[in-house]
C-alpha cells in the first residue's frame, strides 16, 4: 500500500464545506477528460494509486487506463463499493426485495428463491453479497486493484445493526477472489476494529477520518489514536485536512507522527495543492511508497 | 450505569434500518425491531443479535418496553403512537407526525398528560448550521426580519414510476409531506405557525397520485413572509439539499447543512463573535461530534437526545416534540386546504411598522 492516494470526492460534486463550491466542481469535472487531466497530473508526481468509488464515471477512467497500459504502466485503482446511491435509488424504485432481485443474474437460482418469497438463510446472504462484489469489480476486469474497500455508508450500517458477519464475507471474499487487501471505510474506527476483531478478523486495513480538530472521529481523538498506537489496526487517514479547517502543513505534520499510521488519501483538483501535498508527505513520511 | 433502555424499531423501510442501526449501536441500549415484511426480519433475525416481531400489537402486549422509533409509512404514525403512549411508552415517531393535524395535537396532549417523551424526526433541527441560524435569529441580530426563502430540491422522482406509499398522498407521500415539510419544520421552528398561507401550488410533474413540486407563500405574524419553493424531481442536486435565506432591517442570513453565513449592516451587541459586513461559519466549526456517525451527525443526535431524555427519566425531548411537529402538520394542512380553494387560508398578519428612532417626522407623528 503507498502512502499517499488520490481521492475521488472532489470530482463528483461532493465537498463537505460549501454546496457552491461542490456545484462549481461538477461543472467543471462533467467531462472525463477533465477528471484524466488532473489524474494526470497526481501520477506524474509520483502518486500512482487512485481510491474510487465504483461510481459509472469511474468505469470510463478505468476503460482509458486500460486503453493506454504503456502511460499508466504503474497505476492502481483502490475502488470502494458499494456506489451506495445506485442501490438507494433500485430501493426506492424497485421495493427491498425488488432491488436485491434487480441485481441478480437472470435465471439464477438466488433469483428464482427471491421470486418465490422463499426465507432467506444465511447463506443465501452470503451468495447475494458475492454476486453484488462481483458485478461491483467488472468495471475493474484487468487492471491493478491491490486493495478494496467497503464504502463507510455500508461498513457503517452494518456494524450500527451488528450485521458484521456481512463484514466477514466481503472480506473473504475479497481474499480468495481478487487475491487484494480487503479494506473498510468507516466514520467510526475504534468500534469497528473491535467487531471486526470479534469476527476473526485482525490488523485490518481501515480508513477513515482522521485530523488534529478530531472532526468527525466518532469515540473521540483519544481512542484513534490509542487505537493506532496498539497496533491492532493499519490505518489511513481521510480529511487530514477536515475540509480545509487546518493548514497542510500543520495537517500532515500532526497526522504522519501518530503511530500505526499506513497512508493518508485526499482530494485536490489543482496542480498547486496536489504537488503541495505530496511534497508534506513525502517530507513528513519519508517518501511515497514503503519498502 | 442505569439498565438499558429497552427500545423497538418499528417498520425497516430507509429510514427505519437507519435508525436501527442507530440505536443498536447506542452503549444504553437493548434493541428490538419489528416490521410486518418477511423479507427483513428473516434476514436480520438470522444475522443479527435483536430480537424481531411481526406484529406491532403483539410486541406491545409481549415486550416489557420503554420505548419505540416508529418509522412506518405516514398514515400509519397516528394509531401506533397512541397504543404506544397508552401503554405508557416513551414515543420517537419519523416526520411528517400525522397527517390530521388534530390527530398530532391530541397525542400531543396525552404524551404530555402520561409525562412521556415524545419527539419527532425532524433532524435538520439538530443540523448545526441552522442552529446557528436559529441562534441569530433570536438574539435580533437581524433586526426585523421581512423576507425569506424556504427551499429544498432533490432527485426523488426523475421519471414516471412505481407506486408507493411515498408516491401517494392518501399515504403521506409526495413532495410536501416528505420534502417541504423539512423547510416548513424549520420556518415554525423560526418564527411559529403562519398567521395566513396564499398562493399555493402543488404540481404532479411525473407522479401519478401525488404532487413533485411545492410553491407557498406563508406570511407570520410581526413581519416576515416567507417562500417555499420545494422540488424532489431536481436532478442536479446529489441528494436532499435543503437550504433558507432571509433578509431583515439589520443583514441578511443563509444557512444549509454545510454552512452558515451572516451578513450584518452593523455589528450587533447580541452577537460579539459577529462583525460587520460577511461572517462564514463552516459545518466543521458548528459541528456537535456523535458517538456514533452513519449519514451524518443530526440522525445520530436525535436518537441519542432520545435515548437520552429515556434513559435520564427527563420531562422532555431537547427538541422536536409532538406539539412543535403538530404545528408542522397544521401548516401542511393550511397549504393543501389553500391549493385545494384557491382562497388565503388564515388572516392577514399585523405588521408593525419598522421604528425610526429620534428623528420624528409629522408623518411619523401622526401615524403613531
Same mark, same amino acid.
Given at each position: 500500500?503507498?502512502?499517499?492516494?488520490?481521492?475521488?470526492?472532489?470530482?463528483? %460534486?461532493?465537498?463537505?464545506?460549501?454546496?457552491?463550491?461542490?456545484?462549481?466542481?461538477?461543472?467543471?469535472?462533467?467531462?472525463?477528460?477533465?477528471?484524466?487531466?488532473?489524474?494526470?497530473?497526481?501520477?506524474?508526481?509520483?502518486?500512482?494509486?487512485?481510491?474510487?468509488?465504483?461510481?459509472?464515471?469511474?468505469?470510463?477512467?478505468?476503460?482509458?487506463?486500460?486503453?493506454?497500459?504503456?502511460?499508466?504502466?504503474?497505476?492502481?485503482? $483502490?475502488?470502494?463499493?458499494?456506489?451506495?446511491?445506485?442501490?438507494?435509488?433500485?430501493?426506492?424504485?424497485?421495493?427491498?426485495?425488488?432491488?436485491?432481485?434487480?441485481?441478480?443474474?437472470?435465471?439464477?437460482?438466488?433469483?428464482?428463491?427471491?421470486?418465490?418469497?422463499?426465507?432467506?438463510?444465511?447463506?443465501?446472504?452470503?451468495?447475494?453479497?458475492?454476486?453484488?462484489? &462481483?458485478?461491483?469489480?467488472?468495471?475493474?476486469?484487468?487492471?491493478?486493484?491491490?486493495?478494496?474497500?467497503?464504502?463507510?455508508? =455500508?461498513?457503517?450500517?452494518?456494524?450500527?445493526?451488528? #450485521?458484521?458477519?456481512?463484514?466477514?464475507?466481503?472480506?473473504?471474499?475479497?481474499?480468495?477472489? $481478487?487475491?487484494?487487501?480487503?479494506?473498510?471505510?468507516?466514520?467510526?474506527?475504534?468500534?469497528?476494529?473491535?467487531?471486526?476483531?470479534?469476527?476473526?478478523?485482525? /490488523?485490518?486495513?481501515?480508513?477513515?477520518?482522521?485530523?488534529?480538530?478530531?472532526?468527525?472521529?466518532?469515540?473521540?481523538?483519544?481512542?484513534?489514536?490509542?487505537?493506532?498506537?496498539?497496533?491492532?489496526?493499519?490505518?489511513?487517514?481521510?480529511?487530514?485536512?477536515?475540509?480545509?479547517?487546518?493548514?497542510?502543513?500543520?495537517?500532515?505534520?500532526?497526522?504522519?507522527?501518530?503511530?500505526?499510521?499506513?497512508?493518508?488519501?485526499?482530494?485536490?483538483?489543482?496542480?498547486? /495543492?496536489?504537488?503541495?501535498?505530496?511534497?508534506?508527505?513525502?517530507?513528513?513520511?519519508?517518501?511515497?511508497?514503503?519498502? | 450505569?442505569?439498565?438499558?433502555?429497552?427500545?423497538?424499531?418499528?417498520?425497516?423501510?430507509?429510514?427505519?434500518?437507519?435508525?436501527?442501526?442507530?440505536?443498536?449501536?447506542?452503549?444504553?441500549?437493548?434493541?428490538?425491531?419489528?416490521?410486518?415484511?418477511?423479507?427483513?426480519?428473516?434476514?436480520?433475525?438470522?444475522?443479527?443479535?435483536?430480537?424481531?416481531?411481526? &406484529?406491532?400489537?403483539?410486541?406491545?402486549?409481549?415486550?416489557?418496553?420503554?420505548?419505540?422509533?416508529?418509522?412506518?409509512?405516514?398514515?400509519?404514525?397516528?394509531?401506533?403512537?397512541?397504543?404506544?403512549?397508552?401503554?405508557?411508552?416513551?414515543?420517537?415517531?419519523?416526520?411528517? =407526525?400525522?397527517?390530521?393535524?388534530?390527530?398530532?395535537?391530541?397525542?400531543?396532549?396525552?404524551?404530555?398528560?402520561?409525562?412521556?417523551?415524545?419527539?419527532?424526526?425532524?433532524?435538520?433541527?439538530?443540523?448545526?448550521?441552522?442552529?446557528?441560524?436559529?441562534?441569530?435569529?433570536?438574539?435580533?441580530?437581524?433586526?426585523?426580519?421581512?423576507?425569506?426563502?424556504?427551499?429544498?430540491?432533490?432527485?426523488?422522482?426523475?421519471?414516471?414510476?412505481?407506486?408507493?406509499?411515498?408516491?401517494?398522498?392518501?399515504?403521506?407521500? %409526495?413532495?410536501?409531506?416528505?420534502?417541504?415539510?423539512?423547510?416548513?419544520?424549520?420556518?415554525?421552528? =423560526? #418564527?411559529?405557525?403562519?398567521?395566513?398561507?396564499?398562493?399555493?401550488?402543488?404540481?404532479?410533474?411525473?407522479?401519478?397520485?401525488?404532487?413533485?413540486?411545492?410553491?407557498?407563500?406563508?406570511?407570520?405574524?410581526?413581519?416576515?413572509?416567507?417562500?417555499?419553493?420545494?422540488?424532489?424531481?431536481?436532478?442536479?442536486?446529489?441528494?436532499?439539499?435543503?437550504?433558507?435565506?432571509?433578509?431583515?432591517?439589520?443583514?441578511?442570513? #443563509?444557512?444549509?447543512?454545510?454552512?452558515?453565513?451572516? $451578513?450584518?449592516?452593523?455589528?450587533?451587541?447580541?452577537?460579539?463573535? $459577529?462583525?460587520?459586513?460577511?461572517?462564514?461559519?463552516?459545518?466543521?466549526?458548528?459541528?456537535?461530534?456523535?458517538?456514533?456517525?452513519?449519514?451524518?451527525?443530526?440522525?445520530?443526535?436525535?436518537?441519542?437526545? #432520545?435515548?437520552?431524555?429515556?434513559?435520564?427519566?427527563?420531562?422532555?425531548?431537547?427538541?422536536?416534540?409532538?406539539?412543535?411537529?403538530?404545528?408542522?402538520?397544521?401548516?401542511?394542512?393550511?397549504?393543501?386546504?389553500?391549493?385545494?380553494?384557491?382562497?388565503?387560508?388564515?388572516?392577514?398578519?399585523?405588521?408593525?411598522?419598522?421604528?425610526?428612532?429620534?428623528?420624528?417626522?409629522?408623518?411619523?407623528?401622526?401615524?403613531?
Amino acid at each position: 500500500m503507498d502512502k499517499l492516494l488520490f481521492g475521488d470526492n472532489q470530482f463528483f %460534486g461532493i465537498n463537505h464545506m460549501s454546496e457552491e463550491k461542490a456545484r462549481a466542481q461538477a461543472m467543471r469535472f462533467q467531462d472525463t477528460s477533465a477528471i484524466m487531466d488532473v489524474l494526470d497530473i497526481a501520477y506524474d508526481a509520483g502518486i500512482r494509486s487512485f481510491m474510487c468509488t465504483t461510481h459509472d464515471r469511474i468505469a470510463e477512467i478505468a476503460q482509458i487506463v486500460r486503453d493506454n497500459p504503456d502511460r499508466y504502466a504503474d497505476f492502481q485503482f $483502490y475502488p470502494c463499493m458499494p456506489y451506495a446511491h445506485k442501490y438507494a435509488n433500485a430501493v426506492t424504485d424497485h421495493g427491498m426485495i425488488g432491488a436485491v432481485q434487480h441485481f441478480m443474474p437472470e435465471g439464477g437460482l438466488l433469483k428464482t428463491a427471491l421470486k418465490g418469497g422463499a426465507a432467506l438463510a444465511t447463506k443465501d446472504v452470503d451468495g447475494i453479497a458475492k454476486i453484488l462484489i &462481483d458485478a461491483e469489480m467488472k468495471m475493474f476486469a484487468g487492471l491493478k486493484t491491490p486493495v478494496i474497500f467497503m464504502q463507510n455508508v =455500508f461498513t457503517d450500517l452494518l456494524l450500527g445493526m451488528g #450485521f458484521t458477519g456481512a463484514l466477514k464475507v466481503f472480506h473473504d471474499h475479497i481474499l480468495e477472489t $481478487y487475491d487484494a487487501e480487503p479494506a473498510f471505510i468507516t466514520m467510526n474506527m475504534p468500534m469497528l476494529v473491535e467487531a471486526l476483531e470479534a469476527e476473526g478478523i485482525t /490488523n485490518p486495513i481501515v480508513c477513515s477520518n482522521i485530523n488534529k480538530i478530531g472532526f468527525r472521529m466518532c469515540g473521540g481523538l483519544e481512542a484513534y489514536t490509542d487505537m493506532m498506537a496498539s497496533g491492532r489496526v493499519r490505518a489511513i487517514a481521510m480529511s487530514v485536512y477536515a475540509s480545509g479547517a487546518i493548514p497542510p502543513a500543520e495537517a500532515i505534520e500532526w497526522v504522519s507522527g501518530l503511530p500505526g499510521l499506513k497512508s493518508i488519501v485526499f482530494g485536490a483538483s489543482s496542480r498547486g /495543492n496536489i504537488i503541495g501535498t505530496r511534497d508534506l508527505v513525502a517530507q513528513h513520511m519519508g517518501g511515497l511508497q514503503h519498502a | 450505569m442505569s439498565k438499558p433502555v429497552r427500545i423497538a424499531v418499528v417498520g425497516l423501510g430507509k429510514m427505519g434500518l437507519s435508525h436501527f442501526s442507530l440505536v443498536h449501536a447506542h452503549p444504553d441500549t437493548e434493541t428490538l425491531a419489528c416490521d410486518a415484511s418477511g423479507f427483513m426480519v428473516d434476514v436480520l433475525s438470522k444475522n443479527t443479535p435483536a430480537t424481531f416481531h411481526k &406484529d406491532y400489537d403483539r410486541m406491545l402486549a409481549e415486550e416489557a418496553l420503554d420505548a419505540v422509533v416508529i418509522a412506518t409509512p405516514s398514515r400509519a404514525h397516528a394509531p401506533m403512537v397512541r397504543a404506544a403512549l397508552e401503554k405508557g411508552i416513551h414515543v420517537f415517531c419519523e416526520k411528517p =407526525f400525522c397527517l390530521d393535524w388534530q390527530d398530532a395535537v391530541a397525542l400531543a396532549d396525552l404524551a404530555e398528560q402520561k409525562g412521556l417523551i415524545n419527539q419527532v424526526g425532524y433532524h435538520y433541527r439538530h443540523v448545526g448550521a441552522f442552529q446557528e441560524m436559529k441562534r441569530i435569529i433570536d438574539s435580533g441580530a437581524l433586526g426585523r426580519i421581512t423576507h425569506v426563502m424556504a427551499e429544498a430540491y432533490g432527485p426523488v422522482v426523475l421519471r414516471p414510476k412505481r407506486q408507493s406509499w411515498r408516491t401517494t398522498k392518501s399515504e403521506g407521500g %409526495g413532495c410536501l409531506y416528505d420534502y417541504a415539510a423539512h423547510p416548513l419544520n424549520l420556518l415554525n421552528w =423560526f #418564527f411559529g405557525v403562519p398567521a395566513q398561507v396564499t398562493g399555493s401550488v402543488l404540481t404532479s410533474i411525473f407522479s401519478e397520485g401525488t404532487d413533485d413540486e411545492v410553491m407557498s407563500t406563508l406570511r407570520f405574524e410581526n413581519g416576515p413572509t416567507a417562500q417555499l419553493s420545494v422540488n424532489w424531481s431536481d436532478e442536479s442536486h446529489r441528494k436532499m439539499s435543503t437550504k433558507i435565506s432571509m433578509i431583515g432591517t439589520n443583514g441578511r442570513i #443563509f444557512a444549509d447543512r454545510q454552512e452558515c453565513q451572516l $451578513y450584518l449592516r452593523a455589528p450587533s451587541e447580541a452577537l460579539p463573535q $459577529y462583525s460587520k459586513g460577511w461572517n462564514v461559519k463552516y459545518t466543521t466549526e458548528l459541528t456537535q461530534e456523535s458517538w456514533f456517525y452513519l449519514r451524518g451527525e443530526e440522525y445520530s443526535n436525535q436518537i441519542d437526545d #432520545f435515548i437520552s431524555a429515556v434513559r435520564d427519566a427527563k420531562t422532555r425531548a431537547t427538541e422536536n416534540d409532538f406539539r412543535s411537529a403538530a404545528a408542522t402538520d397544521q401548516s401542511i394542512a393550511m397549504i393543501l386546504e389553500n391549493s385545494d380553494t384557491g382562497i388565503p387560508v388564515g388572516e392577514a398578519p399585523r405588521v408593525s411598522p419598522v421604528a425610526t428612532p429620534q428623528k420624528r417626522s409629522w408623518f411619523g407623528r401622526a401615524g403613531a
